[in-house]
């Protein structure tokens, strides 16, 4: 069946980029997205990307993907305490409205 | 537009009870699915309803269940509830169409004593 493992854990100073990677064992994934959690919240939705893309830069938020390793990376510049979150890699085949996700990464930013 | 709303937000009920949870998504959406968060097992999906009909379903016990009305709002029930029942309950809603970018709801968190 359709697997995405994640990292569980980054920390980082406040100011570096953040580099939180993916990956995904579905080849018929159509559609990759990253979602985050604050405490005590439901699922925000940060960015997506078609499959047929490499790459995606939205403001802070970088998405490379590379669909031959099956491997999808988040990266986040200039980060901040407020980026203190868990973040959630989800894949979804074009078939269906299913999303799997990975156990999502903790990403903890210190000053 | 307002987004997704989800009621109760907190929850505390015994083993053997049942629960309904219910779900409105953004207006306009006619497609709602469910979600189970714990620790354990992470996020799980439990069913997509579209347009009042189950268009998918996971893999969990006849125990859990769910419906959509006509103004696609939806409600998931739970019936002889178990410890392990306890989570963290998210809906998500979308369009429904071909991309379909979810929207999560805030979740409802129940507990199972």
């Known amino acids: 069946g359709e697997d995405v493992e994640q990292s569980l854990f980054l920390s980082v100073r406040e100011g570096d980029s953040s580099v939180i990677n993916c990956t995904y064992t579905?080849?018929?994934?159509?559609?990759l997205y990253w979602y985050k959690q604050e405490p005590g919240a439901g699922l925000q939705l940060l960015t997506y990307i078609f499959s047929n893309m490499d790459m995606k830069q939205d403001q802070r938020l970088t998405v490379l993907l590379n669909k031959k390793d099956k491997h999808l990376s988040l990266r986040i510049a200039d980060t901040q305490t407020g980026d203190s979150a868990i973040y959630f890699c989800?894949?979804?085949?074009?078939?269906?409205?299913?999303?799997?996700f990975g156990k999502g990464t903790m990403l903890l930013v210190s000053p | 537009k307002a987004g997704v709303t989800q009621t109760p937000r907190y929850l505390i009920k015994t083993r053997g009870q049942q629960v309904t949870l219910s779900c409105s998504p953004i207006s306009g959406h006619r497609s709602v699915s469910w979600y189970q968060q714990t620790p354990g097992q992470g996020l799980q999906f439990l069913f997509e309803?579209?347009?009042?009909?189950?268009?998918n379903k996971g893999n969990f016990p006849g125990r859990f269940s769910g419906r959509q009305f006509s103004n696609s709002r939806s409600e998931m029930n739970v019936s002889t509830l178990e410890l392990g029942d306890s989570a963290l309950y998210l809906c998500a809603s979308s369009s429904g169409d071909s991309y379909n970018e979810q929207f999560f709801g805030p979740g409802t968190r129940l507990t199972v004593l």
């Open positions: 309803y579209f347009s009042e009909t189950q268009r």
């Open positions: 989800a894949e979804r085949d074009s078939g269906y409205s299913t999303l799997t």
């Open positions: 579905d080849s018929s994934s159509t559609y």
